[in-house]
Nanobody
Framework: QVQLVESGGGLVQAGGSLRLSCAASGRYTFTNNAMAWFRQLPGKERDFVASINWSGRRTAYADSVKGRFTISRDNAKNTVDLQMNSLTPEDTAVYYC?????????????????WGKGTLVTVSS
């Protein structure tokens, strides 16, 4: 079984930064899969934020976070991070870590097969 555990969420003022981390565990090889971050507001769909391929060399970002967020992974530690800078109240959401079914970076919700429980990010104005 694969487990994904997010950490690093919290309350931050607009313009501030947060770093989210996702720790993956289970009986599988971490480098077989791309990883991604999604976010969701209550009553809304879960939206793509960023993804990273198996090696970390290829990434993809939602237009709304390009230039402000950076996704990275440490294949030695089985972790994937999301550095979030210049945060705005519109970034407030529950952020979810996800494992892709394949090794290539993808923006597709339906391409994910495992999800974490989420971590709340609240940006105050």
């Amino acid at each position: 079984q694969v487990q994904l555990v997010e950490s690093g969420g919290g309350l931050v003022q607009a313009g501030g930064s947060l770093r989210l981390s996702c720790a993956a565990s289970g009986r599988y090889t971490f480098t077989n899969n791309a990883m991604a971050w999604f976010r969701q507001l209550p009553g809304k769909e879960r939206d793509f934020v960023a993804s990273i391929n198996w090696s970390g060399r290829r990434t993809a970002y939602a237009d709304s976070v390009k230039g402000r967020f950076t996704i990275s992974r440490d294949n030695a530690k089985n972790t994937v991070d999301l550095q979030m800078n210049s945060l705005t109240p519109e970034d407030t959401a529950v952020y979810y870590c996800a494992r892709a079914k394949s090794s290539g970076a993808t923006t597709d919700f339906y391409a994910m097969d495992y999800w974490g429980k989420g971590t709340l990010v609240t940006v105050s104005s």
